[in-house]
């Protein structure tokens, strides 16, 4: 039994929940999934929106399958030849927070459009404009004349998928905890539906002009992946799994890496000293070169503070915060008999501040990453850190994420001054927006929990004065 580290029950409107936090009790539930499984997905009340994408899909064998489909496009060697789009849209979300010239600055929103366009510019070859559309509503709220907003996107032609994801996550939540209440009476429901149509819309269209501009047999991306083994015959890859599994990167390719990204920057804010020594070593390293030209093992292995900054951030504030699983019979987790049907929440967030793993745990130290304080500060990093879980459901999108968070750091913190938003503090809190997976009826829900910032997380950017 582990002392300080033992299951927690709670229970909430009839559920029971476990929460568990030591890694040999998260390593045993994750790593075998004929034990402790996923629920059922397929009647959920969500599956309007992500229907048996690979997040929700619990047909193992099915899974298995569609994952075996999807795992090239996340590949190392797909990944490298992202950097170019990571640089461009990195360079893209600077111009946008340089814009706001020494006034606070809400950075999550724009974090995520910038995330946004990369998985739709990399994963979909297509274009979302997102952080377009906001430099063009930031100029039109300044009073900018149309033809003035250099890289906007006033009188562009775009769909703000940002603002149709905004309708669709609201009453998802309520949707969410499946409450007893008849569907109509949810609040804003109907923008639930229309939100995911929209979403839907554009999905369609980004596949029509795909498959007009035909798919080449040296295609890296996610979408020519699964278009080439639907032309393969891979029966896995109907057309409505292929929207499930873009409605589904759409949602766990931005919102997370989003996140971290904004949580970083808001840290870095507030240290200076250290701001100014990820500076200094991005452009040491850099070295005045073309950023798109420089290759995924610089960014990977050259930028130690970096690095430390992107995972301290992933510890501190891991943007999926708990996943779910379920057990069918009783099972014995930590020296515990947790009966079957409760839900088992391994608990990421917990695990990452926990003081019997990590010395000074609440800290936000980047420096704890470098390999000469790891012995010290992070002694147990190699079983009590799991930003993105382990087992045959861990994050696909692993490798994509960190080589995206090393290079929009490296060129952001290159060129934008930061500063803290004058008395501004972060508020966490967990929403249940990413990755759910829900259940068929009232007494188990699993779900995987996005952390994020009641009020925003505001920062103070300017740009350095060229030298
Ligand atoms: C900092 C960024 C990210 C974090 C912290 C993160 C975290 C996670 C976690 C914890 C899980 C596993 C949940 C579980 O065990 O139940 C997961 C699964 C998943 N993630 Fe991520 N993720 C990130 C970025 C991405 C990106 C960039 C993509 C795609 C482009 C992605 C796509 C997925 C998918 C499809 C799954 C489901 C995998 C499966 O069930 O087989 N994630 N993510």
């Known amino acids: 039994m582990h002392a300080t580290t033992s299951p927690v029950q709670m229970e909430m409107l009839g559920t029971k929940s476990v929460y ?60 490298k030849g992202f950097v170019p789009a990571f640089v461009r849209s990195a360079n893209e979300l600077a111009a946008v927070i340089e814009g706001a010239d020494g ?48 890289g906007g996107a006033i009188g562009d032609d775009y769909v703000d998928i940002i603002k149709m994801y905004d309708e669709i ?17 949810l609040p804003n429901i109907k923008n639930y539906y229309r ?10 269209k ?29 029966a896995v890859m109907t057309d409505k799994q292929l929207r499930d599994e873009l409605q589904t990167m759409i949602l766990a390719g931005s919102d997370t890496t989003a996140t971290t990204l904004a949580f970083a920057l808001y840290e870095l804010s507030r240290n200076p000293t250290l701001l100014e020594a990820c500076r200094a070593e991005a452009q040491a390293v850099l070295g005045g070169r073309d950023p798109a030209g420089v290759p995924a093992e610089v960014f990977q292995g050259q930028l130690p503070l970096i690095t430390g ?95 995206e968070l090393q290079v929009v750091l490296a060129v952001l913190l290159s060129r934008v001054r930061l500063e803290p938003a004058p008395s501004f503090e972060v508020e966490t809190r967990a929403s249940p927006h990413h990755l759910a997976t829900f259940p068929p009826g009232h007494y188990t829900w699993t779900q995987t929990f996005t952390l ?14 060229s030298t």
Not at 210 to 220: H, L
């Open 195 to 204: 939100g995911v149509a929209m979403v839907d819309d554009v999905i369609k």
């Open 309 to 403: 900054v992107a995972n301290e951030t992933l510890r501190l504030y891991p943007a999926a915060t708990e996943t779910g699983r379920v057990a069918d019979k009783d099972e014995e987790i930590g020296g515990y008999t947790i009966p079957a049907g409760t839900n088992i929440l391994p608990s990421i967030y917990s695990l990452h501040r926990h003081e019997d793993f990590w010395p000074r745990p609440r800290e936000w130290l980047p420096e704890r990453w470098l390999p000469e304080n790891a012995p010290t500060l992070a002694p147990h990093a190699d079983k009590a850190f799991m930003p993105f879980t382990v087992g045959p459901r861990s994050c696909i999108g692993r490798y994509f994420a960190q080589l």
């Open 20 to 79: 568990i936090r030591h890694p040999e009790d998260m390593n045993l539930v994750l790593r075998n999934q004929g034990r402790f499984r996923k629920s059922e997905a397929s009647m959920s009340r969500l599956s309007a929106w992500l229907g048996n994408g690979l997040a929700s899909n619990t047909d193992l064998p099915n899974h298995a399958a569609v994952k075996e489909v999807l795992l090239p496009a996340f590949k190392s060697a797909s990944v």
């Open 206 to 234: 980004m596949v029509e002009e795909k498959r007009a501009n035909g798919v080449r047999e040296e295609d890296t991306d996610l979408l020519s992946f699964m278009i080439k083994a639907q032309q393969g015959g891979n």
């Open 452 to 465: 994020s910032s009641k009020k925003g997380i505001f920062v103070v950017p300017s740009a350095y004065a």
């Open 169 to 185: 996550l609201e009453p998802a939540m309520w949707l969410v905890f499946d409450l007893p209440i008849p569907e109509p009476l």
């Open 103 to 150: 006034q606070p600055c809400d950075i999550e929103p724009l974090c995520r459009r910038m995330t946004l366009d990369v998985i739709g510019r990399t994963g979909f070859g297509f274009d979302f404009k997102a952080l377009k559309a906001a430099a063009g509503q930031q100029a039109a709220a300044n009073g900018a004349a149309q033809g003035d907003v250099q």
